[in-house]
C-alpha cells in the first residue's frame, strides 16, 4: 500500500497533525522533492531530486517514481510506503494519478491544504460561490476558456508565463500569487502581455483570473437576448423564417459594404476606428440574424445554435484532411480543387456546378462559373486573349444615338455585349480582381458625385 501525505503549498504551519504523526511512524517513506518550504525538516526522508536530473521527461520520471514506491510498499516491514508530496495529494500531483491508475497496488490519500485553500483565502474569495475553475497551465497550447475565476497552477517558470500569456486576450488582467503564506509572498496583478515580467516565477507560484469573458460566454448572452425578445417583443414574437430572409440579405450586404470600406482604409489612418467600429456592428447584426434562426430552429425542436455550430465545425475538418488528417497538398490552388471534389462526394452531387445559389448577383456568379470550368479542365483564355476578345467585343458593339429609357431596358442583346461582358469577367479573374466589389466601389463614388452634385443646385 502507499499512502500519500501532502506538505501543503508553503510553510511548515500549513502542515495537518495528522501528515506530521505518520512520518514520524513510518518505516519506510520517500519525498517527491526537498525544493518546497515544508520539506526543510524531513532531513531524514530520502528524497527523488536527483532523479530528476537523469530522466529525459517528467512523464518517464513519474512513472519510474511510481514503480519505486510500488517496490518499496512490498518489501516495506508493514507492506506500506508513505510518500510525501508537496501541496496536497488531491491536487495537480501526477505521481499520485498514476498511482491510483495501477491495479497493483491501493493507494490512500491524506487530507492536506491545498493551494487552493490558500489562494481562495489569500483572495477573499470563496471557490464554491465564484464556481473557481483549476487549470494546468501545461495541458495544452489552446485558448483558455472562460468564465472565470480560473486558478493555473504549474506556472514555474518566465517560460510557462510566457504560454499562459499566449492562451489569453493581452488585455486579461492576471493576479500572479508568488510564495503564498511566506515573507517574500508577492500578490500583483498585470495585463496577461506583461505576465513575462515577472521574472520571480517557481514551482510555488500561480496565476488567478477573476474574469475571462470568451466567445462561449458572449454568444449564450446573445442567445438568452434572442429568447427574450421571442417572448416580450411583439415584433419579434411574429417573425418566422420566411419573414426574416430579406432582413438576412440586408444585413449580409451591408456587412459587406462595411467590411469593404474597412479594407480601404490605411492601417495608420484617421478614420481606422470608425471603420472598425462599423465592421464590428454590421457583422454582429449579420450574426443576430443566424442566432435568430437558431432560436426559432430550437423552438421547433429542429436545430438549434449548438447543432449549427457543430456540424459546421465538422464539416470544416472534413474539408480540411491536409490539416486534421495525413493528405499532402501543393498549394491552396490544390487546396481549392480537393475542396469541389469532397463537396461534391459528401453531398453526392453529378457536378460541381450543383448547388450554387443562382440568386447570386450576376457577376458574381459568372465569376464563380468561371471557376468552376477550371476544375473540370474546360479550356479557359488566358488574361491576354479575354483582353483581346474583350476589345473586338467593344468595338462591335452597336450603340443607339440616344441614351435608352428605363422602358426600353432589355437583357435580349446582340451576342457582343455578352461577349464584351464576360471577357472583361475572364480578365479580372485572371488578375485576380473581384468585380463585383469594383462596380460597388464606383457605385459609392458616383452616390457621392451625385450628392456633391444636388448640394450645388440651387434652392
Not at 511510481?66 to 506500506?80: G, H, K, R, W
Not at 488531491?90 to 493551494?115: F, M, Y
Not at 438568452?224 to 419573414?243: G, Y
Request: aromatic share 4%.
Amino acid at each position: 500500500m502507499v499512502r500519500v501525505v501532502g506538505l501543503g503549498p508553503a510553510g511548515s504551519e500549513l502542515i495537518t497533525q495528522r501528515t506530521l504523526e505518520l512520518i514520524s511512524l513510518a518505516p519506510v517513506a520517500r519525498l517527491r522533492t526537498r525544493v518546497h518550504p515544508g520539506a526543510g525538516g524531513l532531513t531524514d526522508i530520502v528524497s527523488y531530486d536527483d532523479w530528476y536530473e537523469r530522466a529525459h521527461s517528467f512523464e518517464e520520471l513519474y512513472v519510474a517514481i511510481v514503480d519505486d514506491l510500488i517496490t518499496l510498499a512490498a518489501s516495506s516491514p508493514n507492506a506500506e510506503v508513505l510518500y510525501v508530496v508537496p501541496g496536497s495529494p488531491a491536487v495537480a500531483e501526477r505521481t499520485v494519478e498514476l498511482l491510483r491508475g495501477r491495479a497493483d497496488v491501493t493507494t490512500i490519500l491524506e487530507p492536506a491544504v491545498s493551494i487552493i485553500d490558500v489562494a481562495s483565502a489569500s483572495l477573499g474569495r470563496d471557490p464554491m460561490a465564484h464556481a473557481l475553475r483549476v487549470v494546468d497551465a501545461l495541458s495544452s497550447s489552446e485558448p483558455l476558456r472562460g468564465p472565470g475565476p480560473l486558478l493555473v497552477l504549474q506556472t514555474y517558470s518566465p517560460e510557462v508565463l510566457a504560454t499562459v500569456a499566449s492562451r489569453l486576450p493581452g488585455s486579461t488582467r492576471v493576479t500572479v500569487l508568488h510564495h503564498l503564506g511566506l515573507d517574500d509572498q508577492v500578490i500583483t496583478t498585470l495585463d496577461a502581455h506583461e505576465l513575462t515580467s515577472f521574472r520571480q516565477a517557481d514551482h510555488l507560484t500561480s496565476l488567478w483570473i477573476d474574469e475571462l469573458r470568451t466567445a462561449g460566454d458572449a454568444i449564450d448572452d446573445l442567445l438568452d437576448l434572442a429568447r427574450r425578445l421571442r417572448r416580450e417583443c411583439p415584433w419579434d414574437q411574429e417573425q418566422d423564417h420566411a419573414s426574416l430572409t430579406r432582413h438576412l440579405l440586408e444585413e449580409a450586404y451591408e456587412a459587406l459594404d462595411a467590411l469593404e470600406a474597412f479594407s480601404r482604409v490605411e492601417p495608420s489612418g484617421d478614420g481606422l476606428e470608425r471603420a472598425t467600429a462599423h465592421v464590428q456592428e454590421e457583422l454582429g447584426d449579420l450574426l443576430f440574424q443566424i442566432v435568430f434562426h437558431a432560436e426559432l430552429g430550437d423552438e421547433e425542436d429542429l436545430f438549434n445554435f449548438t447543432s449549427i455550430v457543430d456540424a459546421v465545425r465538422e464539416k470544416l475538418i472534413g474539408r480540411h484532411p491536409h490539416v486534421f488528417g495525413d493528405v499532402q497538398v501543393t498549394g491552396s490552388d490544390d487546396v481549392a480543387s480537393r475542396w469541389e471534389v469532397l463537396k461534391r462526394d459528401e453531398k453526392g452531387r453529378q457536378s460541381v456546378t450543383d448547388g450554387i445559389a443562382w440568386q447570386m448577383p450576376a457577376l458574381t456568379l459568372y465569376t464563380k462559373l468561371l471557376r468552376k470550368a477550371a476544375l473540370v479542365d474546360l479550356a479557359q483564355q488566358n488574361g491576354e486573349d479575354a483582353k483581346v476578345r474583350a476589345l473586338a467585343a467593344l468595338s462591335a458593339l452597336a450603340l443607339s444615338a440616344q441614351c435608352a429609357s428605363d422602358a426600353q431596358s432589355t437583357s435580349r442583346v446582340d451576342d457582343a455585349w455578352g461577349d464584351a461582358l464576360s471577357a472583361l469577367v475572364n480578365c479580372a479573374l485572371w488578375s485576380g480582381v473581384d468585380l463585383e466589389g469594383v462596380l460597388r466601389e464606383r457605385a459609392q463614388l458616383l452616390r457621392d458625385e451625385i450628392r456633391d452634385a444636388e448640394s450645388h443646385q440651387p434652392g
